[in-house]
């Protein structure tokens, strides 16, 4: 069966349709990519045109077609303890200032979120980052924090939660001993240990609403994700997210991302291995 070309038109319906719908802004030289992510889904849903599938997403809200459309457009690319130096920040500079106040009695426990979570391995990482970390220090329960995962995608959700890795996906990144430690391995497969999983809430999210009842974060990853966005949407979330921050909490980007031109609410840190910012309050 021949690939269906999208028109012009449809084109600018779908990318405006997408960009309502979750923020992602797609400039007008990627058709190709919306043929490419989308030929699959018209072929599912008998569709004859782009135009229809848009119709029926559009005027058929309980159909779930506009998150299909959003989870074919979502990329999900990602691997353990991506780029290293967060969670090095995270291990070597931050957990210990959150340990001094737990110690005095200032903080009782630490809340992290990993907006757009992807299949899983960024919050798993965190887990694994806190467990190794606060088995270090004497005196110290393990059950002191709480990591929020959320992601627009309710498939990669799915996946996430279940937290079942093949072969490749595992070699990503994980180190050998978190390996044997944190993972028992079914058949072709490697499961995450309850250990690690109950320290993570899963929740499908979309970062144009409202942050409110996600509560506030000591520690924000919002990590390779914003660069799909408007630079409309990205000053709007950045506010959300400064908001979501508890007084002096800390954001994470991803390694090509700034704030530079887009927020003056957070203050650029660095570390000898990379740059995290500081919520200004």
Not at 35 to 55: A, D, F, N
Not at 90 to 97: A, V, W
Request: charged share 25%; hydrophobic share 40%.
């Amino acid at each position: 069966m021949a690939k269906l070309s999208i028109s012009t038109e449809e084109f600018k319906l779908i990318r405006d349709f997408i960009e309502a719908s979750c923020g992602i802004s797609l400039g007008n030289e990627k058709e190709y990519l919306l043929e490419t992510r989308l030929s699959k889904l018209l072929r599912e849903t008998g569709c004859t045109t782009y135009k229809e599938l848009y119709l029926k997403a559009k005027n058929q809200p309980a159909s779930g077609l506009r998150d299909r459309i959003v989870d074919a457009m979502t990329t999900n690319e990602t691997l353990w303890f991506r780029d290293t130096y967060p969670f090095e920040i995270l291990k070597l500079t931050i957990l210990p200032e959150f340990l001094d106040e737990i110690r005095s009695g200032k903080r009782r426990g630490i809340r992290i979120w990993s907006a757009a979570c992807s299949s899983g391995q960024e919050p798993y990482s965190m887990s694994i980052t806190l467990i190794e970390f606060f088995k270090s220090q004497s005196g110290i329960p393990l059950n002191g924090f709480e990591i929020m995962a959320t992601d627009i995608s309710p498939s990669v959700l799915l996946m996430a939660s279940a937290g079942v890795y093949d072969d490749f996906a595992i070699g990503r990144g994980l180190p050998k001993n978190y390996m044997d430690v944190y993972f028992e391995k079914k058949g072709r497969f490697w499961s995450v240990t309850n250990d690690v999983k109950k320290h993570i809430k899963f929740k499908q999210f979309n970062l144009q609403s409202d942050f409110a009842a996600l509560g506030k974060f000591d520690v924000i990853f919002c990590r390779n994700v914003a660069i799909y966005f408007s630079e409309d949407f990205k000053k709007s979330l950045f506010v959300k997210i400064a908001r979501a921050l508890n007084p002096r909490g800390y954001l994470f980007l991803g390694g090509a991302e700034s704030l530079i031109g887009i927020s003056d609410l957070f203050q650029m840190k660095k570390a000898k291995s990379g740059v995290y910012y500081q919520v200004v309050r």
